[in-house]
């Protein structure tokens, strides 16, 4: 079946420093990938996305690139800002059943001090 | 346009009592689903609608139920709480087909059983 494996957190950085949250999945068909975050208090909303191999998601300066031959889909951002502090997830769909269904990793939180 | 809407947004309950879970959206999706949300376990779908009159089981559906009578409209049914769903529930709509299969989230209900 299908799974997505991200690192744990917490990860905790300073304003301005490089972001970089490890994605890996395991999927039968050619799935689509997702970042989706969570700030407090809220639900999901879309980060990026990409839906087929070597294509790059990009939103709010945060990017990351579909690697077939390494099964990953890491999320960096060049600069986080405190206003970046949320839970963030991995996620794939699978294509080949034709709907719409999620599956998610666990999250990782960031947190992001002045 | 609201978007997907969820009520209550909080609830308590006692173990043994039903409630359902409302969720309702406004972009004519045909693909509804329900997840939850606990720490340390990402997001888990329960069970998911791809039109009105279809419903399948997700990943942890037992204690839920579900039907789908209109477009709009995906209650979540709780027919004897247990603490054991004590948990944050999302409501998810998106439409089927295509490349992206981006779900879009309500807000979410956060459930406590006692």
């Known amino acids: 079946g299908n799974s997505v494996t991200q690192m744990e957190g917490p990860v905790t950085l300073s304003e301005e420093a490089f972001l970089t949250i490890n994605c890996t999945y395991t999927?039968?068909?050619?799935?689509?990938l997702f970042w989706y975050v969570q700030y407090p208090g809220e639900g999901l909303q879309l980060l990026l996305k990409a839906t087929k191999a070597d294509d790059k998601g990009s939103n709010k300066g945060f990017e990351a690139t579909y690697r077939k031959e390494t099964t990953s889909f890491h999320l960096e951002k060049g600069s986080v800002q405190v206003s970046d502090s949320a839970v963030y997830f991995c996620?794939?769909?699978?294509?080949?059943?034709?709907?719409?269904?999620?599956?998610f990793g666990k999250g990782t939180m960031l947190l992001v001090s002045p | 346009n609201a978007g997907v809407t969820q009520t209550p947004k909080f609830q308590v309950l006692k173990t043994g009592q039903s409630m359902t879970l409302q969720c309702a959206q406004d972009?004519?999706?045909?693909?509804m689903s329900w997840y939850r949300q606990d720490p340390g376990m990402g997001l888990r779908l329960i069970h998911y609608s791809v039109g009105a009159g279809i419903t399948d089981q997700g990943e942890v559906p037992n204690g839920y139920n579900v039907s789908r009578s209109t477009t709009e409209d995906f209650p979540l049914r709780l027919l004897s709480a247990a603490p054991s769903q004590t948990s944050v529930y999302f409501c998810?709509?998106?439409?089927?087909?295509?490349?992206?299969?981006?779900?879009?989230f309500g807000p979410g209900t956060r459930l406590t059983v006692t």
């Open positions: 972009m004519n999706h045909e693909y």
């Open positions: 999927a039968t068909g050619y799935p689509s």
């Open positions: 996620a794939l769909s699978d294509r080949g059943s034709g709907y719409s269904t999620l599956t």
């Open positions: 998810a709509s998106s439409p089927l087909g295509g490349l992206s299969y981006e779900q879009y």
